[in-house]
């Protein structure tokens, strides 16, 4: 089975750093383009960060850009997201994602249709 699974979230201070992984199983992630997206109570889901086959490229949103690092291990086939300088903002579930649409540079905000089951993020002021 094609599996997804986050882990990682905590309760933080503003200013602190966490680092969430998503272990994936059933495929090869190198092959294909993984995505980091948040979900807040009354905001739009926003793509946060994105990854690329074979590490071939990476995204950032405007709002995490300089704070957030995306990487892969192949080896463990898990994608991170390195978090710091955590803001009361960054408070979501996150999730991460993939279309299995093998071999492609990864975009923002594209049609995932793989799912994990997400990990709370909250930052206290």
């Known amino acids: 089975q094609v599996q997804l699974v986050e882990s990682g979230g905590d309760l933080v201070q503003s200013g602190g750093s966490l680092r969430l992984s998503c272990a994936a199983s059933g495929f090869t992630s190198d092959y294909y383009a993984i995505g980091w997206v948040r979900q807040a109570p009354g905001k739009q889901r926003e793509g946060v960060s994105c990854?690329?086959?074979?590490?071939?490229?990476?995204g950032y949103s405007d709002s995490v850009q300089g704070r957030f690092t995306i990487s892969r291990d192949s080896a463990k086939n898990t994608v991170y997201l390195q978090m710091n300088s955590l803001k009361p903002d960054d408070t979501a579930i996150y999730y991460c994602?993939?279309?299995?649409?093998?071999?492609?540079?990864?975009?923002?905000?594209?049609?995932?249709?793989?799912w994990g089951q997400g990990t709370q993020v909250t930052v206290s002021s």
């Open positions: 994602a993939t279309d299995l649409i093998i071999g492609r540079a990864c975009t923002l905000n594209p049609d995932y249709n793989y």
């Open positions: 990854i690329g086959s074979h590490d071939g490229n990476k």
